[in-house]
């Protein structure tokens, strides 16, 4: 009986210590263990001189196309968008829920060749500040089909021109006269006319202040001017976080669907 009372004793004890063994961390971790490097390194941003026109900010692995993108979803224009998103997260440290802007990202910048990117890119879009807006969604679908739906003897005079970062998908349908924005969804779920997003774009949008139209004036508590300013620069500096970047990244997969307008 004591035999088997010890036997049971050493039992345990083993049984014991093999979860021990199992269920205890490592004595000497590797702190990088299942980590990938950062997608986006906002620390090579310090020191960023938007003048130094020949700087080199990364670099393109294939070009980015642009063509005809006042009209319709292109690969430069979704990389446009996604970078100003990203480049917004990052200054504000706060939630941005999407990006939108008018056509006058590409309207004379489209196309991206492969290989180095200078700081020359910084002219993409002239003057433009960076804006982060608090719209609500009843705000975000006016300011949407108002560009579509805007028409000038029978064509559409802005181009169906707002461009959106990956969050954001509209449907243009031409079935209509005027055409019309339908289906926009965030994130794919319906956008929420009652809910406020936080929106980066440009002061065209952001900081209007012309009433009487489709695009909203909003008190002063609702936008948010970020530092370095220019549309241009956030694209730069999104550049330079990133190091290279790659056409397949910004697919064009369904932000802008239906059919664009015949010119």
Do not use: H
């Not at 997260?89 to 309207?107: C, E, M, P, Q, W």
């Not at 009843?138 to 969050?167: H, L, P, Y």
Request: proline share 6%.
């Amino acid at each position: 009986m004591k035999n088997k009372f010890l036997a049971g004793i050493f039992a345990i004890l083993v049984f014991t210590l093999m979860a021990g063994c199992t269920n205890d961390p490592d004595p000497d971790p590797d702190p990088n263990k299942g980590k990938t490097a950062p997608v986006l390194d906002w620390s090579k941003t310090a020191g960023y001189d938007s003048t130094e026109g020949d700087r080199i900010l990364g670099k393109a692995t294939a070009a980015f196309d642009g063509t005809n993108g006042r009209y319709q979803e292109t690969v430069l224009g979704n990389f446009f968008m996604d970078a100003l998103a990203e480049y917004a997260r990052y200054v504000s440290g706060k939630t941005i829920d999407f990006a939108l802007f008018n056509d006058a990202f590409i309207r004379s910048f489209t196309n991206l060749p492969a290989g180095e990117i200078t700081n020359s890119i910084v002219s993409v879009n002239g003057t433009d500040t960076v804006v982060v807006s608090t719209f609500t969604g009843k705000q975000v679908r006016d300011i949407i089909n108002g560009f579509v739906s805007s028409t000038s003897t029978g064509q559409w005079n802005r181009g169906c021109a707002i461009m959106v970062s990956k969050e954001l998908s509209y449907t243009i349908d031409t079935s209509t006269t005027p055409p019309q924005a339908t289906n926009i969804k965030v994130n794919g779920a319906p956008i929420d006319d009652a809910k406020e997003y936080r929106v980066a774009g440009g002061n065209f949008i952001g900081d209007n202040t012309t009433t009487g139209r489709f695009i909203p004036v909003l008190p002063d508590d609702k936008k948010e001017k970020l530092a370095p300013t220019r549309v241009g620069w956030a694209v730069a500096m999104y550049i330079i976080a990133k190091g290279t970047i790659n056409p397949a990244d910004y697919p064009v997969a369904g932000r802008i669907t239906g059919i664009k307008p015949t010119l």
